[in-house]
């Protein structure tokens, strides 16, 4: 539930977000001066608006008709299946390759295996080490053309790699980075178009000094150039922990449920998606967040938080604070939000869809967006993995999902997403 730190550990925040992003995502009402999209059936209409040189895309209605169709289920089918190589030690990242495989970053094995859409294994390579084709750390893969990218964020290094496993070459990056859960990856964004996670100089903030956080891109040739700034969140938005100060120099930290916060994926041609998690619409922009190129907004209301589901999210820092009596806490109690963040995580699919996650009571749900804005379909989430580990996608309409059965096994789960009645 929390984590204890040393009184004299000093932790900085590592979000803040530029204005110009802050005004596209907040502004209160959109014109919409466009008809709506008259391919789109029933009730759903698409509009499109420009206001001082920004796309506005409001999309409103139920979307038109659309399912997640089961492909395969890469995992262990029963107890009796040990040391298999569908047994995974901890599935970290997944891939579809161009070859039509299924490619598994297994982090605690350190080794990549790959399946058929059938289910059956092709082949595995990588292994424990530090020299050529072998990992420390294997915290995610992805492609860039026809090479397999792989991240070493212990031994900093992206790997490079053909479908058959061998070893063609490493690019350098910053080392002996540990933590960070499924933050430290790579992000897909095109057929040939990565970007990585970096960390970048320090600044000061309030708390002390932070590294700036970055994605580097990359693709089949190397890095390109292209460096996007992770946005951070404003210093007024509302705090998601509480910080206690206890017994002999403890700091103890709790998280504040239901506070949204700043969720972002980097995109092609070095634009930038964020938005935050409390309000349905989406920017894209450029510049570092100056430049808001086109905002994508969803006519969907947020749910309130329960009295029995706040009492329950709540009911373990209240036990900690009636023992620990003493705690000198900031702000004193978790602040109860008005309303449930509407938002997860989006993702940016290499074929250019974006892919939002919208967390409602009744099931979370994925929305499919066009590059243009246009919701294209909404199919129920299915189980994942709560670890962060991203979802993985490919241009012929895949879903790739990571998730632990009962027994915290992993299992991939791939989907073909299928759109029409």
């Given at each position: 539930m929390h984590r204890e730190l040393p009184l004299t550990t000093r932790t900085a925040p590592v979000f803040a977000i530029a204005p110009a992003v802050a005004l596209a995502m907040l502004a209160t009402t959109m014109t919409t001066a466009c008809a709506p999209d008259a391919s789109t059936p029933g009730d759903f209409a698409t509009t499109f608006d420009?206001?001082?040189?920004?796309?506005?895309?409001?999309?409103?209605?139920?979307?038109?008709?659309?399912?997640?169709?089961?492909?395969?289920?890469?995992?262990?089918k029963t107890l009796?299946?040990?040391?298999?190589?569908?047994?995974?030690?901890?599935?970290?990242?997944?891939?579809?390759?161009?070859?039509?495989?299924?490619?598994?970053?297994?982090?605690?094995?350190?080794?990549?295996?790959?399946?058929?859409?059938?289910?059956?294994h092709r082949r595995t390579f990588g292994r424990e080490g530090e020299g050529p084709g072998e990992f420390q750390r294997l915290s995610?893969?992805?492609?860039a053309g026809d090479r397999l990218l792989t991240f070493d964020p212990m031994l900093g290094r992206v790997g490079e790699w053909s479908a058959a496993g061998e070893w063609l070459g490493q690019l350098r990056t910053r080392g002996r980075i540990t933590g960070g859960g499924g933050a430290y990856r790579l992000f897909p964004v095109g057929p040939d178009e990565v970007y990585r996670y970096a960390l970048g100089p320090s600044y000061e903030t309030s708390f002390g000094s932070a590294l700036q956080r970055l994605y580097v891109g990359l693709n089949s040739?190397?890095?390109?150039?292209?460096?996007?700034?992770?946005?951070?969140?404003?210093?007024?938005?509302?705090?998601?922990?509480?910080?206690?100060?206890?017994?002999?120099?403890?700091?103890?930290?709790?998280?504040?449920?239901?506070?949204?916060?700043?969720?972002?994926h980097p995109g092609p041609g070095g634009v930038h998606y964020s938005a935050f998690e409390s309000d349905y619409r989406i920017a894209v922009t450029r510049n570092r967040g100056a430049d808001t190129v086109r905002v994508i907004q969803r006519s969907l209301a947020?749910?309130?938080?329960?009295?029995?589901?706040?009492d329950a999210v709540i009911r373990d820092f209240e036990e900690w604070r009636a023992e620990i009596g003493s705690a000198q806490c900031e702000p004193s109690r978790p602040i109860r939000p008005d309303a449930k963040p509407i938002l997860g995580g989006i993702y940016v699919a290499t074929d250019g869809k974006l892919w939002v996650t919208v967390n409602r009571m009744d099931g979370d749900l994925w929305e499919i967006f066009d590059a243009d804005g246009r919701l294209l379909a909404s199919v129920p989430r299915p189980p994942h993995k709560g670890d962060g580990s991203a979802p993985a996608f490919d241009p012929s309409g895949h879903l790739l999902t990571i998730r632990q059965d009962s027994l915290d096994l992993d299992h991939v789960d791939v989907w073909r997403l299928e759109r029409g009645g």
């Amino acid at each position: 539930m929390h984590r204890e730190l040393p009184l004299t550990t000093r932790t900085a925040p590592v979000f803040a977000i530029a204005p110009a992003v802050a005004l596209a995502m907040l502004a209160t009402t959109m014109t919409t001066a466009c008809a709506p999209d008259a391919s789109t059936p029933g009730d759903f209409a698409t509009t499109f608006d420009t206001i001082d040189g920004t796309v506005h895309v409001t999309n409103t209605g139920t979307p038109p008709p659309a399912r997640l169709v089961p492909v395969v289920s890469i995992g262990p089918k029963t107890l009796a299946m040990t040391d298999s190589p569908d047994e995974f030690g901890g599935v970290n990242s997944v891939a579809l390759g161009p070859d039509g495989n299924v490619y598994v970053a297994d982090g605690r094995n350190l080794e990549v295996r790959v399946f058929g859409l059938d289910g059956a294994h092709r082949r595995t390579f990588g292994r424990e080490g530090e020299g050529p084709g072998e990992f420390q750390r294997l915290s995610s893969l992805a492609w860039a053309g026809d090479r397999l990218l792989t991240f070493d964020p212990m031994l900093g290094r992206v790997g490079e790699w053909s479908a058959a496993g061998e070893w063609l070459g490493q690019l350098r990056t910053r080392g002996r980075i540990t933590g960070g859960g499924g933050a430290y990856r790579l992000f897909p964004v095109g057929p040939d178009e990565v970007y990585r996670y970096a960390l970048g100089p320090s600044y000061e903030t309030s708390f002390g000094s932070a590294l700036q956080r970055l994605y580097v891109g990359l693709n089949s040739r190397g890095e390109t150039g292209d460096t996007l700034v992770h946005l951070r969140q404003p210093s007024d938005a509302p705090s998601s922990s509480i910080t206690c100060q206890y017994g002999e120099g403890h700091l103890g930290f709790f998280p504040v449920p239901f506070v949204p916060s700043l969720t972002q994926h980097p995109g092609p041609g070095g634009v930038h998606y964020s938005a935050f998690e409390s309000d349905y619409r989406i920017a894209v922009t450029r510049n570092r967040g100056a430049d808001t190129v086109r905002v994508i907004q969803r006519s969907l209301a947020a749910e309130p938080v329960g009295d029995d589901e706040w009492d329950a999210v709540i009911r373990d820092f209240e036990e900690w604070r009636a023992e620990i009596g003493s705690a000198q806490c900031e702000p004193s109690r978790p602040i109860r939000p008005d309303a449930k963040p509407i938002l997860g995580g989006i993702y940016v699919a290499t074929d250019g869809k974006l892919w939002v996650t919208v967390n409602r009571m009744d099931g979370d749900l994925w929305e499919i967006f066009d590059a243009d804005g246009r919701l294209l379909a909404s199919v129920p989430r299915p189980p994942h993995k709560g670890d962060g580990s991203a979802p993985a996608f490919d241009p012929s309409g895949h879903l790739l999902t990571i998730r632990q059965d009962s027994l915290d096994l992993d299992h991939v789960d791939v989907w073909r997403l299928e759109r029409g009645g």
